[in-house]
């Protein structure tokens, strides 16, 4: 019994199988999540980026986001593999659809990231995209504007 219930909190608490690491590129700003006709503003959010070693993948991570004024706890979500393509500029873009995210130790299938498209450029980035719940069957338009800390 005591090695099922600590194979279980094991199970809870792993990390998302992504590259991110404290020395990935973090980016401050603000986040706007569309909910029940309302816009929630939240400041000071923090996401991280990092291209995989082939150049034409990317990971994002929120940290410690709140999607509603009401959700009792703060969480991070990651969004791993989405493709980018990087200008002569030294810009990036990002864009893909349909993603399972991970949060709360596993991947996170009642909210599916849709439509997310962004850019990284001057060390600023900026993206959006719709948190579809599955359940519902509705979508929470999400934004985010940040620079580089």
Known sequence: MLIAAALMLFASCQEPPTIITDQSSTYVGTMKVGYEGEEFDQNGVSVKAELYPDGATMDLK?????????????????????????????????????????????????????????????????????FFNTKKNEGYPTSFEGVKK
């Open 62 to 130: 929120l940290e410690k986001v709140k999607f509603v004024p009401a959700m009792p706890i703060r969480i991070d979500v990651t969004i791993m593999g989405i493709p980018v393509e990087t200008a002569a500029d030294g810009s990036v873009t990002f864009s893909a659809d349909a993603v399972t995210p991970w949060a709360m130790g596993g991947p996170y299938d009642t909210y599916r990231v849709d439509a997310l498209t962004g850019i990284i450029e001057n060390e600023r980035i900026s993206f959006s995209l719709d």
